[in-house]
């Protein structure tokens, strides 16, 4: 079993910077992807970014160029560095982590509310 804890939301004015974390702990094996996620209300939970282990990185098309995904594998956790955030980036925002062995298994955090004001 794998548990996600994150932290870092909050409640931020548009243009401003939250830094989320979370940090895996349990049966982690080196093949993984860790990700977030967000889903804001009445939206469906749509994937912010993504890192695999080895550094490779991909991003949502709405937060390219603001946001920034990292990981230190050593401590198993992994960051989102929000900048210039937008009213439109608040959401609950979720960490997720995928790994493969024995067979693909899929794990999310309990969510940390991002809210942007304008």
């Known amino acids: 079993q794998v548990q996600l804890v994150e932290s870092g939301g909050g409640l931020v004015q548009a243009g401003g910077s939250l830094r989320l974390s979370c940090a895996a702990s349990g049966n982690i094996f080196n093949s993984n992807v860790m990700g977030w996620y967000r889903q804001a209300p009445g939206k469906q939970r749509e994937l912010v970014a993504g890192?695999?282990?080895?550094?490779?990185?991909n991003y949502a098309d709405s937060v390219k160029g603001r946001f920034t995904i990292s990981r230190d594998n050593a401590k198993n956790t992994v960051y989102l560095q929000m900048n210039s955030l937008k009213p439109e980036d608040t959401a609950v925002y979720y960490c997720n982590l995928v790994q493969w062995t024995p067979s693909r298994r899929e794990y999310w955090g309990q969510g940390t509310q991002v809210t942007v004001s304008s």
């Open positions: 890192i695999t282990r080895g550094g490779s990185t």
